[in-house]
Every structure is written in structure tokens, then in C-alpha cells.
């Protein structure tokens, strides 16, 4: 799937962001770009200068490790300057390495530790039927993350109390951290597994920001069901040395010259 | 003390629209009034702590005030991670209920004895620790549970726990009451929480009959612990004595400590009473275990004799 201007833009404030703070964890956060821009470009509702606003929809980033992806498209949204993202991971930073709420503009939940999203967001939507708020509620989740326990409490905490104003959004890169999922945890099959759970569940390309456009654009996929995207995705993409290779998950001293291999690997990229 | 607590969460929910009451699978009939009332604010999920927990933390982010209730032991063990980080990083009004504090499950063995619950609680940041030692008590707790800005866990006893606690006395979460004061200038001086103030306050009795005067100082709220109030009391103490139904590793008898050593260069000795660090070996009933481990009236009141003895 090729990268259009804007996929690669994002991209390079995530190479800012690492620059900045010599390290991060690059792989997770390429493989979320297109969902993270579908959603903050097209589907959810916010307002940049009120993060507050009662009437917003949520999105949290329940995979925290893919942060960079996040503060890309929070600076980008005007949350906070450009010029932060050079300061990440540094001592006085608002932007650490797992995005905390409270501290940084348009964050709803600190996250970092795999398996909390969902249920923060369960609660969330609750609140907002309680509330008669058409709010909604967007958890993205890594497949790695979907190993915890917690994750499958809150799925069927999801699909006991009918919540269509809910969904998860699965990004599959298929690559945990130390290797693939197939051999680490197998989550097959993952589609029959959200069904079980009381899901609507449904499969995109999610790095086909048209594709991922118009399946977000079909919520609720069933009445009275919460929904689970699953998205299919390249661990890395975008900065082809990186992209399905374990190596990236995380990386620390990251030097001047990686900076500059991966802007030259993202203006060069067509595959 | 149970019952009274999950009425008065039936009575704020009444007062106010924010309450919202959760359980994990406590049972049929619980708050079947507030059910009914108010099915909307009444959940009963299933056998998930973490996901209780969490879904407590979204819904008071929110701006609801979510009461979670379940056995003690689970609900500060199991879901331990969602307190500090869902709950306790966020400073999230979320309360925390749990049944059965100490060894009041004692006929059903170690999985469920919650001797570790003020350690794992008071050790969390933004966190406030609560055990009242009887349903009186626990009544003014929870009227002032609803406008207190932090996460509360809160401690329950056995139930049906003889009440000694005084309206008079006055309640603010945060600030110990003085439940003996002794009549002369070099006392003993108990320091206690929970139903563990009821033993002391028979032992200091026995004490008092045998010439040996004692203040008796109950701690409700185990953290944010009243300093000002135990450092005033201990100026002119012979010796300290502190009493919990928990490990000694870490609990209330620590907090004292930590504090003593934190605010004096030196201070009378102290012994504190309390469960040993090790998991109980015995079932019966919660009696049975405080005699097995030292924390009977009479028992209370001869530890000190010792400690006194040695002085």
C-alpha cells in the first residue's frame, strides 16, 4: 500500500519525535498512522482548543508504547506546538514515553501498561448513555496487548451492556516484541474471537485511509453491538529497514545519521 | 457495617445524580432498592476486577463518583494495577469497598484473609485509606465520602462489630479521634484503627484497673495520616503501642513508625501489634485468629505489661 503526502508528513513528525528524544518505539507507532489520521481527519469529533468539551468523542490510545504516533497527529491537530515533539522524553517534557493524561492536551487516559484502554472506555461510554451523549468511544489496541486478561474482561463487559458507541480498533502488524505473533501468542482466529465475545466485528487495510474511511464511516456496523475494526497493518511501515522487524519495536541511541536514513527512507518511499 | 455503607451509597445516589454503585457478582439482594430506584447506576458486572476497576476509572473521568464493592482481598490484590494507574495516577473519586477487611474470612483460609490491604493501598500516590471501627462510624464516613476529591478504599469489618464510636467525637476523613484520654501526665499510648480500637479500648480498661493509665488514639483514616494528632499525643508517652488486624509488615504500625521517624530525632519505644508476616495457617472464626495472633483484649493488655516490664 502506497504512502500518500499526508501519511508521509505524520510520518516525519514521528521521526521528529524520536529525533528529539534519541529513542522510542518506532515500529508501533508507523503501523498506527492511517488509523490515527482517519480518525482525528474524518471521524472523530473534538475541539483542539477545549480538550475538555463535554460533548467530544474519545479515542484512546490503549497500545501507550505507540505514543509517537499520537503526539504526531495531536501537534498536527494544533493540541500543542510542532517544537514539542523535540522535546520528547526529555526531563521536563510533557511528552514521555507513554502518553499521560493531565499533562498533555487531548489525551483522555495515561497509558503504557497493555490491557487498560478498554475498560476505561467501556466506562466512558457508559457514562455517556447515562448522560444521553452521542459521544463515542474509540480504543486502539495492539495485538500484543491483546494477550492480557484484562482485555477479554472488558470485551465481554462491552458486549454485555450492548455498547454501539464503542470500538476498538485492532492494530495487527502481527508482530509482537519479540517476534511474531503467530509463534509468541497466535490470536487466530481473531475475527471469530471478537464475534464470540459479542462484537460486530469487521477487517480493513489500516494503512488504506480510504478503506479504514469508510468502514469507520459505517459505526455501528450492528445496533446494540460494540465494534471491533480489525486492522491490518505492517509493523514499521513506511520506513522500509524498520518495517516487520522486531529490532524496531523499541530502540534506544538512536543517532543523527538513523534520523536521517528514515527522512531519506519516507521520501523515497512508494511500496 | 456493610449494610450500612451500601445504604448510605443507595442514599447519596438518591441525593445525587453522579453516584453510581458497582459490585462484581456479590450475591443475589444487594442494594435491591437502588436497583430498582435507579437501574441505570446499578451494576452488577461479573467476576473481573480489572475491568471493574477500569470501567469505575472511565466513568469518573466522566465526573461520576463510582462505589466499587467486593471482597477486600480481590479487590486490592487482583485489580491492583487498575487502582494505581486507572484510579490512583488519574486521581479519580472512585471509592473502593471492600468486604470482609483482615481476617474476618478466616473460616475460609488465606485466599481470602485481606491482611495485606492497608500496605498495597497506603503505598499508592493520591490514595486515601479508611477503616472505621464500626457501623456508626462507618455512617459519617460515607457522607463524607462524597465530596472528598480522591480515591477512597474502605475497609469493612465482620459486621454486627460492637459500636464505640461517639457522634460527639466528631468525624473528618483525615483526622484521628481520641477515644481514651488518660488522666495522667506519663500514660501509655495506644495507637489503633479499624475494630482493633474496640480491643483496646477493653484492654486499656484492664489496664486502668491495674494502675496503668493509657490514651487511646483511633485512626480511621490510615493515610492521609494525622500527624499533628499523634505527635501531640506522644509528647509525654511512656511508651507506644500500635494495634491493627494486618501484616506488620507495612501497614498502620509502619505508617506510625514512618512517621515518628520522619518528624522526631527520638520518641518513646514503640511495639507494634498485629499479624505476622507469614500466611495464616488456621480457619475458625476471626476471634479465633486474633487469639491465635495476639490481638485479644487480654492479650493486648499483657504485651504491654511486657513492653512496660522491659522499660
Known amino acids: 500500500m502506497p504512502l500518500d503526502e499526508r501519511s508521509i508528513y505524520l510520518r516525519k513528525l514521528v521521526v521528529r519525535g524520536l529525533a528529539g528524544g534519541g529513542r522510542g518505539h518506532l515500529g508501533p507507532a508507523m503501523s498506527l498512522i492511517e488509523i490515527l489520521r482517519v480518525l482525528y481527519d474524518d471521524v472523530l469529533r473534538f475541539?483542539?482548543?477545549?480538550?475538555?468539551?463535554?460533548?467530544?468523542?474519545?479515542?484512546?490510545?490503549?497500545?501507550?508504547?505507540?505514543c509517537l504516533g499520537l503526539y504526531a497527529i495531536l501537534a498536527d491537530k494544533n493540541y500543542f506546538p510542532l517544537e514539542t515533539l523535540d522535546t520528547f522524553c526529555k526531563r521536563d517534557s510533557i511528552l514521555g514515553g507513554h502518553p499521560e493524561a493531565g499533562k498533555i492536551p487531548g489525551v483522555e487516559a495515561s497509558t503504557g501498561s497493555l490491557g487498560h484502554g478498554m475498560s476505561i472506555g467501556i466506562g466512558m461510554a457508559l457514562a455517556a448513555r447515562l448522560e444521553k451523549r452521542d459521544s463515542r468511544v474509540f480504543v486502539i489496541v495492539g495485538d500484543g496487548e491483546i494477550n492480557e486478561g484484562s482485555v477479554w474482561e472488558a470485551a465481554l463487559s462491552a458486549g454485555k451492556h450492548c455498547l454501539d458507541n464503542f470500538t476498538v480498533l485492532v492494530d495487527y502488524?502481527?508482530?509482537?516484541?519479540?517476534?511474531?505473533?503467530?509463534?509468541?501468542?497466535?490470536?487466530?482466529?481473531l475475527l471469530d474471537k471478537w464475534r464470540s465475545f459479542g462484537f460486530a466485528t469487521t477487517e480493513v487495510g489500516g494503512h488504506d485511509a480510504s478503506a479504514l474511511r469508510g468502514t469507520l464511516a459505517s459505526l455501528p456496523l450492528v445496533a446494540r453491538k460494540p465494534n471491533a475494526v480489525i486492522c491490518h497493518t505492517t509493523k514499521g511501515k513506511g520506513?522500509?529497514?524498520?518495517?516487520?522487524?522486531?529490532?524496531?519495536?523499541?530502540?534506544?541511541?538512536?543517532?543523527?545519521?538513523?534520523?536521517?536514513?528514515?527522512?531519506?527512507?519516507?521520501?523515497?518511499?512508494?511500496? | 457495617m456493610r449494610k450500612v455503607c451500601l445504604d448510605a451509597v443507595y442514599m447519596l445516589a438518591r441525593r445525587d445524580p453522579r453516584v453510581i454503585f458497582i459490585g462484581s457478582d456479590l450475591g443475589p439482594g444487594v442494594l435491591e432498592g437502588m436497583k430498582k430506584e435507579f437501574p441505570e447506576r446499578y451494576f452488577m458486572e461479573g467476576i473481573s476486577e480489572a475491568n471493574v476497576i477500569g470501567m469505575a476509572a472511565g466513568l469518573a473521568m466522566d465526573g461520576f463518583i463510582p462505589y466499587v464493592n467486593t471482597i477486600a482481598t480481590f479487590i486490592t490484590r487482583r485489580g491492583f494495577e487498575q487502582v494505581a494507574l486507572d484510579i490512583c495516577l488519574h486521581r479519580l473519586p472512585v471509592r473502593?469497598?471492600?468486604?470482609?477487611?483482615?481476617?474476618?474470612?478466616?473460616?475460609?483460609?488465606?485466599?481470602?484473609?485481606?491482611?495485606?490491604?492497608?500496605?498495597?493501598m497506603r503505598v499508592l500516590p493520591n490514595m486515601t485509606v479508611m477503616a472505621v471501627s464500626d457501623a456508626d462510624e462507618m455512617r459519617r464516613l460515607m457522607e463524607r465520602s462524597l465530596d472528598w476529591p480522591d480515591p477512597i478504599y474502605?475497609?469493612?469489618?465482620?459486621?454486627?462489630?460492637?459500636?464505640?464510636?461517639?457522634?460527639?467525637?466528631?468525624?473528618?476523613?483525615?483526622?484521628?479521634?481520641?477515644?481514651?484520654?488518660?488522666?495522667?501526665?506519663?500514660?501509655?499510648?495506644?495507637?489503633?484503627?479499624?475494630?482493633?480500637?474496640?480491643?483496646?479500648?477493653?484492654?486499656?480498661?484492664?489496664?486502668?484497673?491495674?494502675?496503668?493509665?493509657?490514651?487511646?488514639?483511633?485512626?480511621?483514616?490510615?493515610?492521609?495520616?494525622?500527624?499533628?494528632?499523634?505527635?501531640?499525643?506522644v509528647a509525654g508517652a511512656k511508651a507506644i503501642v500500635t494495634v491493627e488486624e494486618h501484616s506488620r509488615v507495612g501497614g498502620f504500625g509502619s505508617a506510625i513508625v514512618e512517621a515518628l521517624t520522619d518528624n522526631l530525632t527520638a520518641f518513646p519505644p514503640v511495639k507494634r501489634l498485629g499479624l505476622p508476616d507469614a500466611f495464616s495457617k488456621h480457619y475458625g472464626t476471626q476471634n479465633d485468629l486474633f487469639e491465635v495472633n495476639g490481638l485479644m483484649p487480654n492479650q493486648i493488655a499483657e504485651a504491654t505489661e511486657r513492653l512496660l516490664n522491659q522499660l
Open chain 1, 239 to 271: 520506513i522500509p529497514f524498520a518495517e516487520n522487524n522486531p529490532d524496531w519495536h523499541h530502540k534506544a541511541k538512536i543517532g543523527p545519521n538513523e534520523v536521517a536514513n528514515m527522512v531519506i527512507a519516507l521520501d523515497n518511499y512508494h511500496a
Open chain 2, 154 to 233: 474502605i475497609r469493612l469489618a465482620k459486621g454486627g462489630d460492637e459500636v464505640i464510636s461517639k457522634e460527639d467525637n466528631g468525624f473528618a476523613i483525615g483526622k484521628a479521634i481520641t477515644m481514651r484520654s488518660a488522666s495522667t501526665a506519663n500514660p501509655v499510648l495506644f495507637v489503633t484503627t479499624g475494630v482493633m480500637t474496640t480491643n483496646t479500648l477493653a484492654a486499656a480498661d484492664a489496664l486502668a484497673a491495674k494502675g496503668i493509665d493509657s490514651t487511646v488514639l483511633h485512626f480511621h483514616t490510615i493515610k492521609p495520616l494525622d500527624i499533628a494528632a499523634l505527635l501531640a499525643h
Open chain 2, 96 to 120: 473502593l469497598i471492600g468486604n470482609g477487611g483482615g481476617v474476618v474470612y478466616a473460616p475460609l483460609g488465606p485466599t481470602h484473609l485481606a491482611v495485606d490491604d492497608f500496605a498495597l
Open chain 1, 173 to 189: 502488524n502481527k508482530i509482537q516484541a519479540s517476534g511474531p505473533t503467530k509463534e509468541i501468542q497466535d490470536l487466530e482466529p
Open chain 1, 47 to 66: 475541539k483542539p482548543q477545549n480538550p475538555a468539551w463535554k460533548e467530544r468523542d474519545r479515542c484512546i490510545l490503549s497500545k501507550g508504547h505507540g
